[in-house]
């Protein structure tokens, strides 16, 4: 991870777009700031993870990114509705949630929650599978807007509400504890040209289950720390 932090710290130190703090707050993606009802952000990322070695050994077939799209939708009230997509090609996850926000000055600050369905297949070298499920993240944000850029600090917990895999005509609903964990994650974002800013993030999860590594039927029943870093582009 260390690579990642070199370019944080020189995107902030050599940054050349200094808009006003309006525009940081309006176009920024992670920041907790009020969208105005009907207002509109939407943003393309990339996932990359560090998954644990004890459970994928050194098989590449694991290791494939996530691709995302989320959007946010803004509501009276300081409510609004964020949904996304994310997957690797085997797996997809479909995500939609509302959260209230709560603005002082620099300061922000974001209590909600969202409800994700999973589904994945592989069918490859006489290996034929499939999973589904449901999951929920409550979440807490908090973020401060800086002159040029802004930084915010998110916390997920994890619930897994069912989680059914099937291996050819056998299908097993697994037994699983519904709270799975939690993840931190910190992210700076930042103009990159007009309103569209790159998004640099750092995300901790503490999990039982992480649905991209579900191919790996891991038996284990302890959480892991899996490291993620996250690029996007807010549009």
């Given at each position: 991870m260390?690579?990642?932090?070199?370019?944080?710290?020189f995107?902030?130190?050599?940054?050349t777009?200094?808009?006003?703090?309006?525009?940081?707050?309006?176009?920024?993606?992670?920041?907790p700031?009020?969208?105005?009802?009907?207002?509109?952000?939407?943003?393309?990322?990339?996932?990359?993870?560090?998954?644990?070695?004890?459970?994928?050994?050194?098989?590449?077939?694991?290791?494939?990114?996530?691709?995302?799209?989320?959007?946010?939708?803004?509501?009276?009230?300081?409510?609004l509705?964020?949904?996304?997509?994310?997957?690797?090609?085997?797996?997809?996850?479909?995500?939609?949630?509302?959260?209230?926000?709560?603005e002082?000055?620099?300061?922000?600050?974001s209590?909600?929650?969202?409800?994700?369905?999973?589904?994945?297949?592989?069918?490859?070298?006489?290996?034929?599978?499939?999973?589904?499920?449901?999951?929920?993240?409550?979440?807490?944000?908090?973020?401060?807007?800086?002159?040029?850029?802004?930084?915010?600090?998110?916390?997920d917990?994890?619930l897994?509400?069912?989680?059914?895999?099937?291996?050819?005509?056998i299908?097993?609903?697994?037994?699983?504890?519904t709270?799975?964990?939690?993840?931190?994650?910190?992210?700076?974002?930042?103009?990159l040209?007009?309103?569209?800013?790159?998004?640099?993030?750092?995300?901790?999860?503490?999990?039982?289950?992480?649905?991209?590594?579900?191919?790996?039927?891991?038996?284990?029943?302890?959480?892991?720390?899996?490291?993620?870093?996250?690029?996007?582009?807010?549009l």
């Amino acid at each position: 991870m260390k690579w990642i932090l070199t370019i944080i710290f020189f995107q902030l130190l050599f940054g050349t777009n200094y808009p006003q703090e309006d525009d940081i707050k309006n176009n920024s993606f992670y920041y907790p700031h009020i969208l105005e009802s009907g207002a509109y952000i939407h943003s393309l990322g990339l996932t990359t993870a560090n998954l644990p070695e004890d459970i994928v050994e050194s098989d590449d077939e694991f290791r494939a990114p996530l691709f995302s799209y989320k959007a946010k939708f803004g509501l009276p009230e300081n409510i609004l509705l964020e949904g996304g997509l994310s997957t690797n090609l085997i797996t997809l996850n479909i995500s939609l949630g509302s959260k209230w926000t709560y603005e002082f000055n620099n300061l922000s600050l974001s209590v909600g929650g969202d409800a994700a369905f999973f589904i994945g297949a592989l069918d490859q070298f006489d290996f034929k599978t499939k999973i589904r499920g449901w999951m929920a993240y409550p979440n807490l944000s908090l973020g401060y807007c800086f002159p040029n850029f802004s930084v915010t600090v998110k916390s997920d917990l994890i619930l897994v509400f069912d989680q059914t895999a099937k291996t050819g005509n056998i299908e097993v609903t697994s037994d699983f504890k519904t709270i799975s964990g939690f993840s931190v994650g910190v992210f700076i974002e930042q103009p990159l040209w007009k309103n569209n800013f790159f998004v640099m993030g750092i995300k901790a999860n503490f999990t039982r289950f992480y649905y991209p590594m579900w191919i790996t039927f891991s038996t284990f029943d302890r959480p892991f720390f899996i490291p993620e870093a996250i690029f996007s582009i807010n549009l």
